[in-house]
């Protein structure tokens, strides 16, 4: 229906049509019950009335024959709202009463008359006011035939009375109902179409936008709110997500370009050592460029969330013994104490693997970062459980990480920029904060005056 | 060496047979799942190399199947999916080594090699010789020219890896994977400084050298 007006498309309208609609019908079917109803027993009362009469003319009959019958019948026929009285001969001529014509057939039937007839009375003028009644006609023993009715215009009346109520108590309901749709739908309609509007915008690309909020704490506000919080979400995965292309537009155009430029000195070198030298070095640049990715899969996966296969009980004193093995060579090659200083038996629920990573990125930065900066470089890890929580830290003595820039360099390919020259992905906070996250934990990364320390927060779980 | 790979990205398949062809191999290349199941269950393959998503046929129900029918040519999986345990998936499923897309050829060669020598079974013996290099597995020692050499347990391990699979190349990650039994990717120079520790202890005052840098690859034991 496109020519509908808007205000008839909202649901109050819709709703309000319908519901009005049921209530006339049952108004209706109702008010015609209760009329026929009181129609019938008016009706039932009329036969009665008739009858007492007609018994007793009957006896009137009896009593004085026809000359007493007639005089009764003139007395009543002149009180006022009198019934109906006639005499007629056998042959159906009206000889006296109050009648002055009757519908042809009227008298044909001894009894009730079946159905209402037409009767014009005396008095009534020349008007062609027909009125209809019923009656009942006895023949006398003297085969006169008389007939005793009453006008039906009392139960045509009331019948009117009450049609003339229902149609008005209809009228005024169907007037309300537009009344209220008029105002609800109204209201509906306008809060939509801001909201509609609002969302309009915010697709059209003005993301910082939000739907409008009344105030009235009413189910639109509720809407509103909720969807406003969604699109803080939306907003913030999307800086986030501008932030993490920004960052790896830079850090992989830079290594892409190296291999370009590598590719074509060496191309226009002509010399086959420089050749040689040139592809082993791409080939290095690549190896780096897979691990990157890999790196950024991981993370991918990782925020995806996990299936229950991947979690087993894990010792992380093993783990630490492992990592502090692994490195402890690398560590001293560049004059780094590595180890491992306090730890506590603690078994919790995890992936080995990503645990072992994780600390292994850890430690690997604070080797990284401590070697020649201080006078002595040292790197300690320990493991300790601390209320329902179990803790690995890693500390070094290195230059540390200024307070405002500690949340920003768990994200993705931030690195700061004093470490730029330094070899990496500036993916292992990343991957090690997304591990944490993996198991229902937290990266803390704080300060003991100089140095850096990164603590590994597991929730102790059943296993502690 | 045979190797049958079931990978339908046409121009990595093609990269693949040429790269194996240089490296002395032979390479037959199936782009879709059944025909790859057909061509595995003729048995005229020394290795596999099995995509994990393919076309017709998945690459893990190939080798579920293959090893139901009793095929126990060694499958390796080539994955892009990446989920946490899909390593655990694969291996369960029947295949004996797992290597995530993008992976460096040299890391597959290296593996596949690898694959091929364990099916030839070395793990019954109890001395391994490399040259005048000797390592016992039941004792405990390491012996160069008669002369025992005293190692770190890891060290130990680490040259029992390498000697098992003497004149092969070993990647860092597989040092990684099979010493250390973590399957990450080691970060900078790990391993690099435990083999050079390993290197001065077995080579040290002795003329030759046996534990070799494969640029670009990894290590690799052998006697010249």
Redesign the interface.
Known sequence: MPAMPAIMRTTAARLSALYLLLFAICAVVLVVYVTSLSVRMMTVQTRETIADEVRGLVSAYQRGGLPTLVRVLETRSRQPGANLYLIADPNGLILTGNVESLQPGALDTIGWTERPFFYRRYGDGGGRERHSAMAHVIRLPNQMILLVGRDLGEPERFREVVRNALVAALGMMGFGAVLIWYFVGRRALRRIDSVSEASRQIMGGDLSRRLPVSGAGDEFDRLSENLNAMLERIAALNEGLKQVSANIAHDLKTPLTRLRNRAEAALGSGDEAACREALEATIAESDQLIRTFNAILMISRLEAGHSAEAIKPVDLAAIVADVVELYEPAAEEMGVALTARTVEPATIDGNRELIGQALSNIVDNAIKYSAGVHERPAVAVSLERKGGTVRLTVVDNGPGIPQAERKRVTERFVRLEASRTQPGSGLGLSLAKAVMTFHGGELELSGNGEGLSVAMVFPAGKNA | MKILVIEDDREAAGFLKKAFAEAGHTADVAPDGETGYTLADTGNYDVFVIDRMLPRRDGLSIIAELRARGNTTPALILSAL????DR?TGLRAGGDDYL?K???F?ELLARIEVLKRRAGTKDVETVYRVGDLELDRLSHTVRRAGQEIALQP?EFRLLEYLMRHAGQVVTRTML?ENV?E?????????ID??IS?LRSKIEKGFDKPILHTV??AGYVIRAD
Do not use: C, I, K
């Open positions: 990446g989920e946490v345990d655990v995530t993008p992976y460096a040299s890891r990684l250390w973590y399957h990450f990717d080691p970060q900078t120079n790990v400084v435990h520790r640029r670009g």
